[in-house]
Protein backbone atom coordinates (compact mmCIF):
# COMPACT_ATOMS: atom_id res chain seq x y z
CA UNK A 1 0.00 0.00 0.00
CA UNK A 2 2.60 1.95 1.28
CA UNK A 3 4.28 2.18 -2.71
CA UNK A 4 0.60 2.91 -4.49
CA UNK A 5 0.28 6.32 -2.00
CA UNK A 6 3.92 7.71 -2.76
CA UNK A 7 3.36 7.08 -6.81
CA UNK A 8 0.23 8.59 -6.16
CA UNK A 9 1.60 11.44 -3.94
CA UNK A 10 4.34 11.78 -6.95
CA UNK A 11 1.79 12.63 -9.64
CA UNK A 12 -0.02 14.69 -7.51
CA UNK A 13 3.07 16.92 -6.88
CA UNK A 14 3.65 17.05 -10.44
CA UNK A 15 0.35 18.16 -11.56
CA UNK A 16 0.78 20.95 -9.28
CA UNK A 17 3.61 21.87 -10.77
CA UNK A 18 2.01 21.69 -14.24
CA UNK A 19 -0.42 23.94 -13.41
CA UNK A 20 1.92 26.50 -11.71
CA UNK A 21 3.85 26.64 -14.67
CA UNK A 22 6.92 27.47 -12.74
CA UNK A 23 10.29 26.11 -14.11
CA UNK A 24 12.55 26.20 -11.08
CA UNK A 25 9.12 24.51 -9.06
CA UNK A 26 9.27 21.55 -11.29
CA UNK A 27 12.71 20.99 -11.50
CA UNK A 28 12.43 20.87 -7.95
CA UNK A 29 9.82 18.71 -7.52
CA UNK A 30 11.05 16.33 -9.28
CA UNK A 31 14.32 16.19 -7.66
CA UNK A 32 12.26 15.30 -4.87
CA UNK A 33 10.56 12.61 -6.56
CA UNK A 34 13.34 10.86 -7.74
CA UNK A 35 14.14 10.56 -4.07
CA UNK A 36 11.29 9.01 -3.48
CA UNK A 37 12.14 6.44 -6.46
CA UNK A 38 13.48 3.49 -4.54
CA UNK A 39 12.94 -0.17 -5.46
CA UNK A 40 9.08 -0.58 -4.16
CA UNK A 41 7.82 2.62 -5.82
CA UNK A 42 4.83 1.73 -8.42
CA UNK A 43 6.04 3.19 -11.24
CA UNK A 44 2.51 2.19 -13.26
CA UNK A 45 0.68 3.58 -10.76
CA UNK A 46 2.80 6.69 -11.40
CA UNK A 47 2.60 7.23 -14.63
CA UNK A 48 -0.99 6.20 -15.15
CA UNK A 49 -2.29 8.94 -12.99
CA UNK A 50 0.31 11.39 -14.89
CA UNK A 51 -1.18 10.59 -18.19
CA UNK A 52 -4.70 11.16 -16.68
CA UNK A 53 -4.08 14.76 -16.71
CA UNK A 54 -6.49 16.72 -19.09
CA UNK A 55 -4.22 18.57 -21.87
CA UNK A 56 -1.10 17.66 -20.59
CA UNK A 57 1.27 19.28 -22.97
CA UNK A 58 4.05 17.62 -24.80
CA UNK A 59 6.41 20.27 -23.22
CA UNK A 60 5.84 18.48 -20.09
CA UNK A 61 6.57 15.45 -21.38
CA UNK A 62 9.01 16.63 -22.64
CA UNK A 63 10.56 17.84 -19.79
CA UNK A 64 9.78 14.53 -17.40
CA UNK A 65 12.18 13.13 -19.89
CA UNK A 66 15.16 15.18 -19.92
CA UNK A 67 14.61 15.18 -15.88
CA UNK A 68 14.92 11.24 -16.04
CA UNK A 69 11.53 11.12 -14.27
CA UNK A 70 9.11 9.59 -17.37
CA UNK A 71 10.50 8.00 -20.55
CA UNK A 72 9.51 10.13 -23.57
CA UNK A 73 9.48 6.79 -25.18
CA UNK A 74 6.30 5.24 -23.08
CA UNK A 75 4.88 9.00 -23.39
CA UNK A 76 4.95 8.36 -27.42
CA UNK A 77 3.78 4.71 -27.34
CA UNK A 78 0.86 5.79 -25.10
CA UNK A 79 -0.47 8.44 -27.16
CA UNK A 80 0.67 7.02 -30.52
CA UNK A 81 -2.68 6.84 -31.39
CA UNK A 82 -4.04 10.55 -30.58
CA UNK A 83 -3.82 12.69 -33.44
CA UNK A 84 -4.30 15.72 -31.59
CA UNK A 85 -0.78 14.57 -29.50
CA UNK A 86 1.33 14.03 -32.35
CA UNK A 87 -0.10 16.79 -33.97
CA UNK A 88 1.33 18.86 -31.34
CA UNK A 89 4.58 17.68 -31.37
CA UNK A 90 4.98 18.20 -35.20
CA UNK A 91 3.91 22.07 -34.35
CA UNK A 92 6.52 22.28 -31.57
CA UNK A 93 9.30 21.24 -33.94
CA UNK A 94 7.97 24.07 -36.02
CA UNK A 95 7.37 26.75 -33.93
CA UNK A 96 9.29 29.95 -34.28
CA UNK A 97 10.83 30.42 -30.97
CA UNK A 98 11.33 34.35 -31.28
CA UNK A 99 14.34 34.46 -29.59
CA UNK A 100 13.10 32.41 -26.60
CA UNK A 101 16.06 30.19 -25.94
CA UNK A 102 14.33 27.45 -23.45
CA UNK A 103 11.87 26.69 -26.32
CA UNK A 104 14.91 26.53 -28.71
CA UNK A 105 16.32 23.71 -26.44
CA UNK A 106 13.05 21.90 -26.02
CA UNK A 107 12.69 21.82 -29.95
CA UNK A 108 16.52 20.80 -30.41
CA UNK A 109 16.00 18.01 -28.27
CA UNK A 110 12.52 16.61 -29.11
CA UNK A 111 13.53 16.87 -33.06
CA UNK A 112 17.22 15.23 -32.91
CA UNK A 113 14.88 12.06 -30.32
CA UNK A 114 12.51 11.25 -32.97
CA UNK A 115 15.10 11.36 -35.56
CA UNK A 116 17.69 9.45 -34.03
CA UNK A 117 14.56 6.77 -33.06
CA UNK A 118 13.05 6.97 -36.42
CA UNK A 119 16.52 5.95 -38.34
CA UNK A 120 17.39 2.98 -35.22
CA UNK A 121 16.70 0.63 -37.45
CA UNK A 122 15.56 -2.08 -34.81
CA UNK A 123 12.46 -2.14 -35.67
CA UNK A 124 10.82 -1.41 -32.64
CA UNK A 125 7.54 -0.14 -32.20
CA UNK A 126 8.96 3.25 -30.71
CA UNK A 127 10.79 3.64 -34.33
CA UNK A 128 7.72 3.10 -36.19
CA UNK A 129 6.03 6.52 -33.86
CA UNK A 130 8.73 8.41 -34.32
CA UNK A 131 9.32 8.12 -38.25
CA UNK A 132 5.23 8.84 -38.72
CA UNK A 133 5.66 11.90 -36.81
CA UNK A 134 9.19 12.85 -38.71
CA UNK A 135 7.29 11.93 -41.90
CA UNK A 136 4.36 14.92 -40.75
CA UNK A 137 7.02 17.30 -39.45
CA UNK A 138 8.57 16.64 -42.99
CA UNK A 139 5.16 17.17 -44.64
CA UNK A 140 4.86 20.08 -43.21
CA UNK A 141 8.04 21.72 -43.42
CA UNK A 142 7.77 21.07 -47.05
CA UNK A 143 4.33 23.15 -47.30
CA UNK A 144 5.75 26.32 -45.70
CA UNK A 145 5.55 29.48 -47.87
CA UNK A 146 8.01 32.00 -48.62
CA UNK A 147 7.14 34.54 -46.12
CA UNK A 148 6.91 31.43 -43.30
CA UNK A 149 10.34 30.72 -43.51
CA UNK A 150 11.56 33.01 -41.05
CA UNK A 151 15.04 32.47 -39.85
CA UNK A 152 14.05 31.69 -36.28
CA UNK A 153 11.73 28.81 -37.37
CA UNK A 154 14.25 27.29 -39.58
CA UNK A 155 17.69 27.13 -37.06
CA UNK A 156 16.01 24.45 -35.59
CA UNK A 157 16.15 22.21 -38.59
CA UNK A 158 19.91 23.56 -39.52
CA UNK A 159 20.74 22.67 -36.15
CA UNK A 160 20.68 19.24 -36.75
CA UNK A 161 23.78 19.43 -38.36
CA UNK A 162 25.95 21.20 -36.33
CA UNK A 163 24.35 19.62 -32.73
CA UNK A 164 25.94 16.86 -31.71
CA UNK A 165 23.59 14.78 -31.20
CA UNK A 166 22.68 12.49 -34.05
CA UNK A 167 25.37 10.26 -35.83
CA UNK A 168 26.96 10.92 -39.42
CA UNK A 169 24.86 7.76 -40.55
CA UNK A 170 21.20 8.37 -38.63
CA UNK A 171 22.04 11.75 -40.18
CA UNK A 172 22.79 10.41 -43.79
CA UNK A 173 19.44 8.18 -43.39
CA UNK A 174 17.24 11.38 -42.47
CA UNK A 175 18.40 13.23 -45.57
CA UNK A 176 18.06 10.56 -48.05
CA UNK A 177 14.17 10.06 -46.45
CA UNK A 178 13.73 13.80 -46.68
CA UNK A 179 14.40 13.46 -50.24
CA UNK A 180 11.92 11.24 -51.07
CA UNK A 181 9.35 12.70 -48.77
CA UNK A 182 10.09 16.38 -50.40
CA UNK A 183 9.55 14.03 -54.03
CA UNK A 184 6.42 12.20 -52.76
CA UNK A 185 4.75 16.19 -51.03
CA UNK A 186 2.06 16.61 -53.28
CA UNK A 187 1.57 15.17 -56.91
CA UNK A 188 2.31 18.21 -59.29
CA UNK A 189 2.07 16.99 -63.34
CA UNK A 190 5.76 17.58 -65.36
CA UNK A 191 4.15 20.43 -67.61
CA UNK A 192 3.54 22.19 -64.40
CA UNK A 193 7.32 21.86 -63.68
CA UNK A 194 8.30 23.25 -67.08
CA UNK A 195 6.23 26.29 -66.87
CA UNK A 196 8.25 27.68 -63.75
CA UNK A 197 11.64 25.93 -64.87
CA UNK A 198 13.30 29.34 -65.57
CA UNK A 199 12.70 31.00 -62.03
CA UNK A 200 14.88 28.71 -60.41
CA UNK A 201 16.72 31.47 -59.14
CA UNK A 202 13.99 33.10 -57.32
CA UNK A 203 12.91 33.01 -53.85
CA UNK A 204 9.52 31.95 -55.55
CA UNK A 205 7.44 28.87 -54.73
CA UNK A 206 8.65 26.15 -55.03
CA UNK A 207 12.25 27.08 -54.78
CA UNK A 208 12.28 29.21 -51.61
CA UNK A 209 12.97 25.66 -50.61
CA UNK A 210 16.05 24.97 -52.58
CA UNK A 211 18.63 26.24 -49.53
CA UNK A 212 17.00 23.96 -47.42
CA UNK A 213 17.10 20.87 -49.97
CA UNK A 214 21.39 22.51 -50.71
CA UNK A 215 22.06 21.80 -47.21
CA UNK A 216 20.48 18.18 -47.02
CA UNK A 217 21.68 17.10 -50.64
CA UNK A 218 25.42 18.36 -49.28
CA UNK A 219 25.22 15.44 -47.03
CA UNK A 220 24.92 13.04 -49.74
CA UNK A 221 27.05 11.26 -51.76
CA UNK A 222 26.26 13.01 -55.40
CA UNK A 223 26.02 9.27 -57.24
CA UNK A 224 23.09 8.54 -54.12
CA UNK A 225 20.85 12.27 -54.92
CA UNK A 226 21.93 11.37 -59.09
CA UNK A 227 20.10 7.71 -58.07
CA UNK A 228 17.01 9.11 -56.50
CA UNK A 229 16.38 11.70 -59.89
CA UNK A 230 17.17 9.25 -62.35
CA UNK A 231 14.77 6.51 -60.48
CA UNK A 232 11.89 5.32 -62.81
CA UNK A 233 10.25 3.81 -60.58
CA UNK A 234 8.81 7.40 -59.25
CA UNK A 235 8.44 8.98 -62.00
CA UNK A 236 4.42 9.23 -62.40
CA UNK A 237 3.53 9.68 -58.61
CA UNK A 238 5.94 12.70 -58.28
CA UNK A 239 5.65 16.57 -57.22
CA UNK A 240 7.66 17.61 -60.69
CA UNK A 241 7.98 21.05 -58.90
CA UNK A 242 9.94 19.88 -56.20
CA UNK A 243 11.82 17.99 -58.39
CA UNK A 244 13.26 20.66 -59.94
CA UNK A 245 14.63 22.20 -56.97
CA UNK A 246 16.52 18.87 -55.67
CA UNK A 247 17.81 19.00 -59.22
CA UNK A 248 18.70 22.77 -58.72
CA UNK A 249 19.68 22.24 -55.37
CA UNK A 250 21.67 19.46 -56.86
CA UNK A 251 23.56 21.70 -59.56
CA UNK A 252 24.38 24.20 -56.98
CA UNK A 253 26.07 22.16 -54.71
CA UNK A 254 27.95 19.48 -56.74
CA UNK A 255 28.74 21.77 -59.78
CA UNK A 256 32.18 19.71 -59.96
CA UNK A 257 30.26 16.66 -60.29
CA UNK A 258 27.09 17.63 -63.28
CA UNK A 259 28.95 14.97 -65.69
CA UNK A 260 27.40 12.19 -64.06
CA UNK A 261 23.82 14.40 -64.23
CA UNK A 262 24.80 14.22 -67.99
CA UNK A 263 25.37 10.90 -68.60
CA UNK A 264 22.65 9.40 -66.61
CA UNK A 265 20.57 11.64 -68.83
CA UNK A 266 22.33 10.21 -72.10
CA UNK A 267 21.16 6.86 -70.87
CA UNK A 268 17.61 8.27 -69.94
CA UNK A 269 17.32 9.20 -73.53
CA UNK A 270 18.23 6.12 -75.05
CA UNK A 271 15.77 4.35 -72.93
CA UNK A 272 12.99 6.43 -73.38
CA UNK A 273 13.73 5.17 -77.44
CA UNK A 274 14.17 2.25 -76.89
CA UNK A 275 11.06 1.70 -74.72
CA UNK A 276 9.27 4.56 -76.43
CA UNK A 277 8.63 6.32 -73.41
CA UNK A 278 7.54 9.72 -73.66
CA UNK A 279 7.87 10.38 -70.34
CA UNK A 280 11.54 9.49 -69.99
CA UNK A 281 12.33 11.71 -72.91
CA UNK A 282 10.08 14.68 -71.39
CA UNK A 283 12.34 14.19 -68.30
CA UNK A 284 15.66 14.36 -70.16
CA UNK A 285 14.66 17.10 -71.72
CA UNK A 286 13.44 19.21 -68.54
CA UNK A 287 17.10 18.09 -67.17
CA UNK A 288 18.74 18.90 -70.25
CA UNK A 289 17.28 22.53 -69.67
CA UNK A 290 17.95 22.96 -66.19
CA UNK A 291 21.86 22.44 -66.37
CA UNK A 292 21.65 24.47 -69.51
CA UNK A 293 20.58 27.34 -67.11
CA UNK A 294 23.82 27.19 -65.29
CA UNK A 295 25.52 27.69 -68.35
CA UNK A 296 27.92 30.81 -69.16
CA UNK A 297 26.23 31.48 -72.30
CA UNK A 298 22.70 32.45 -72.64
CA UNK A 299 20.27 30.19 -71.96
CA UNK A 300 18.50 29.89 -75.75
CA UNK A 301 22.45 29.36 -77.01
CA UNK A 302 23.20 26.78 -73.95
CA UNK A 303 19.97 25.28 -74.39
CA UNK A 304 20.01 24.64 -78.13
CA UNK A 305 23.57 23.72 -77.94
CA UNK A 306 22.71 20.86 -75.39
CA UNK A 307 20.01 19.92 -77.85
CA UNK A 308 21.65 19.12 -81.24
CA UNK A 309 24.50 17.83 -79.16
CA UNK A 310 22.00 14.83 -77.58
CA UNK A 311 19.90 14.78 -80.64
CA UNK A 312 21.51 16.52 -83.59
CA UNK A 313 23.57 13.41 -84.39
CA UNK A 314 21.35 10.38 -82.98
CA UNK A 315 20.98 7.38 -84.78
CA UNK A 316 17.40 7.82 -83.54
CA UNK A 317 16.08 10.44 -85.72
CA UNK A 318 16.90 8.44 -88.53
CA UNK A 319 14.46 6.14 -88.09
CA UNK A 320 10.62 6.83 -88.96
CA UNK A 321 9.05 5.01 -85.70
CA UNK A 322 11.93 7.18 -83.75
CA UNK A 323 11.54 10.28 -85.66
CA UNK A 324 7.58 10.40 -85.26
CA UNK A 325 7.76 9.55 -81.30
CA UNK A 326 10.83 12.20 -80.41
CA UNK A 327 8.54 15.21 -82.74
CA UNK A 328 5.24 14.00 -81.23
CA UNK A 329 6.98 14.70 -77.48
CA UNK A 330 8.46 18.06 -78.82
CA UNK A 331 5.42 19.02 -80.09
CA UNK A 332 3.62 18.72 -76.84
CA UNK A 333 6.03 20.80 -75.02
CA UNK A 334 5.48 23.60 -77.46
CA UNK A 335 2.15 24.97 -76.06
CA UNK A 336 3.79 25.41 -73.01
CA UNK A 337 7.34 27.40 -74.01
CA UNK A 338 7.37 31.08 -73.03
CA UNK A 339 11.28 31.51 -74.28
CA UNK A 340 11.04 33.09 -77.83
CA UNK A 341 14.84 32.57 -77.95
CA UNK A 342 14.52 29.37 -77.37
CA UNK A 343 12.31 28.51 -80.19
CA UNK A 344 13.80 30.86 -82.47
CA UNK A 345 17.15 29.52 -82.07
CA UNK A 346 15.32 25.91 -83.03
CA UNK A 347 14.34 27.63 -86.06
CA UNK A 348 17.76 28.92 -86.90
CA UNK A 349 19.71 25.74 -86.36
CA UNK A 350 17.63 23.00 -87.16
CA UNK A 351 18.02 19.36 -86.83
CA UNK A 352 19.17 17.37 -89.74
CA UNK A 353 16.29 15.06 -90.65
CA UNK A 354 16.61 12.29 -93.70
CA UNK A 355 14.53 14.26 -96.45
CA UNK A 356 12.16 11.19 -96.54
CA UNK A 357 11.05 12.31 -93.18
CA UNK A 358 10.76 15.82 -93.56
CA UNK A 359 7.57 16.54 -94.08
CA UNK A 360 7.26 15.25 -89.89
CA UNK A 361 9.68 17.41 -88.85
CA UNK A 362 7.99 20.30 -90.75
CA UNK A 363 4.73 20.15 -88.51
CA UNK A 364 7.14 21.10 -85.35
CA UNK A 365 8.49 23.81 -86.99
CA UNK A 366 5.48 25.00 -88.17
CA UNK A 367 3.86 25.09 -84.52
CA UNK A 368 6.70 26.77 -83.19
CA UNK A 369 6.47 29.53 -85.90
CA UNK A 370 2.43 30.03 -84.90
CA UNK A 371 3.61 29.57 -81.04
CA UNK A 372 6.03 32.53 -81.69
CA UNK A 373 3.34 34.86 -83.53
CA UNK A 374 0.85 34.30 -80.58
CA UNK A 375 3.77 34.87 -77.79
CA UNK A 376 4.78 38.12 -79.60
CA UNK A 377 1.66 39.51 -80.15
CA UNK A 378 0.87 38.84 -76.03
CA UNK A 379 4.23 41.05 -75.11
CA UNK A 380 3.40 43.80 -77.11
Same mark, same amino acid.
Given at each position: MQNIQSSLVAAKMLRNAMLNKEEFSLIRICMDIKAMMNWDFNFKEFMDAVYEVPDIK +? !??LWKLHVLQILPFDVSLIRFRSETANLEDICNLCLMDTAED !?? $? !???? &?? &? +? $?? &?TNKAFSGNGEEIEKVCLSIIRNFLKELFLLKPEDMTKRRMKIFFSLWKCGLIENKTLLEFCIYSVHQFLKNQNVAMMEAFLIQERCNSHDEPFHMTFMMEKIIKSLKPDDVVCILFDSNVESTINWKNYLVILEAFVRTHDNECKIILRSNEELVKRSFQQLDQSALKKAIIIGRQTALHSKEPFSMAYNQWFLNQFGDSLYIKNLQYISFFIQVLCEFVPYERNIG +???VSLERPLTIASEYQFIYNDYTVLLKTRIKDLEVCFV
Open positions: +I !EF !EA $S !EFVQ &LG &L +I $SY &L +IMK
